[in-house]
């Protein structure tokens, strides 16, 4: 019996689903709690290639979620890790490692043979990022974003609207597993959730998950979703930017200082609004564009 048997006898994939899936290649963006799940389950089912990007090395404090690591694997790169694990469980898949950060520099490069695009970094900033280029190129994209005992999952662009036509603002405060914390099944079930998503979409599953978000609250054992398929793009929203593309003839306001938020920038220049969090940032460059300034961009570290 080979190895994909069980998920081939379903009518809908069959031996024609399942060379779809082996000639598919998926970006995965982030190796750490949604990833472990991720990772394993599409490598599971046959993806041919996957790419997996992550700069960071595994902590201790990761593994009580992080269960695609082992103690052995303390200090090493997760993305290495994660394509070496990937290459025990299934020698029929390639999976290639990228031990770096996605920015605006790498990210088209990575991006450019992708079937689908995994957002699993659960960073507002690569998450808009990769929302902003998914858009432009009719990629479809599964971004999942987890706190404590909540989260959401989502399609987005491929040909339904993208992350910020659900989500034009960002949150009131900013939150982090290392400073809110996180419970291990809650990425699990945000992380398989994914998986199912993007094979759906390699398969060309009917409903589309394209345009659909779920939401999950297991603190209070409850599960929603809706479809968003009309939503409308915003007409102008702030670059998100790594500090090494902001350019020299930019006008940079740095609200880390003293700095005023009311910046009077030359025709066509880019205004880019710094702040620790980036929250103030966000803010600040929203309200200049509602005063007509359409190039605007935020840095921020916290994000």
């Not at 982030?30 to 996957?50: H, W, Y």
């Not at 595994?58 to 890790?81: G, I, Y």
């Not at 695009?117 to 902003?132: G, K, M, P, R």
């Not at 003293?258 to 880019?270: E, K, L, N, S, V």
């Amino acid at each position: 019996m080979n190895r994909y048997a069980r998920q081939e006898i379903l009518p809908e994939i069959g031996a024609a689903g399942q060379a779809r899936l082996a000639a598919a290649r998926v970006l995965v963006v982030g190796a750490g709690g949604l990833g472990s799940t991720v990772l394993p389950l599409l490598a599971g089912a046959g993806v041919g290639r996957i790419d997996i990007v992550d700069p960071d090395h595994v902590e201790e404090s990761n593994l009580h979620r992080q269960t695609l690591f082992r103690m052995s694997d303390l200090a090493q790169p997760k993305a290495e890790v994660a394509a070496q694990s990937l290459s025990a469980l299934n020698p029929d898949g390639r999976f290639i490692a990228h031990a770096t950060r996605l920015d605006p520099g790498n990210a088209p490069d990575l991006m450019a043979q992708a079937d689908v695009i995994v957002d699993a970094a659960d960073s507002f900033a690569t998450s808009y990022a990769l929302s902003d280029l998914c858009l432009a190129v009719e990629r479809p994209l599964i971004s999942a974003s987890v706190l404590a005992r909540q989260g959401y999952v989502g399609g987005f662009c491929g040909g339904a609207p993208s992350l910020r036509a659900v989500f034009p603002d960002l949150p009131a405060r900013l939150g982090s597993c290392s400073d809110t914390g996180v419970m291990g099944p809650v990425v699990a079930m945000l992380g398989a959730l994914q998986a199912q998503m993007a094979l759906s979409v390699l398969l060309g599953l009917k409903p589309s998950p394209l345009g659909q978000l779920l939401s999950l609250d297991l603190a209070q054992w409850h599960v929603s979703g809706f479809r968003f398929d009309g939503a409308p793009e915003p007409d102008v929203v702030p670059e998100i930017l790594a500090p090494a593309h902001i350019s020299p003839e930019d006008l940079v306001i740095d609200l880390r200082g003293r700095a005023t938020a009311d910046p009077q920038p030359t025709p066509g220049q880019r205004v880019v609004f710094v702040c620790t969090s980036g929250l103030r940032a966000w803010r600040a460059a929203k309200r200049c564009a509602a005063l007509g300034h359409h190039r605007v961009a935020i840095v921020g570290d916290g994000m």
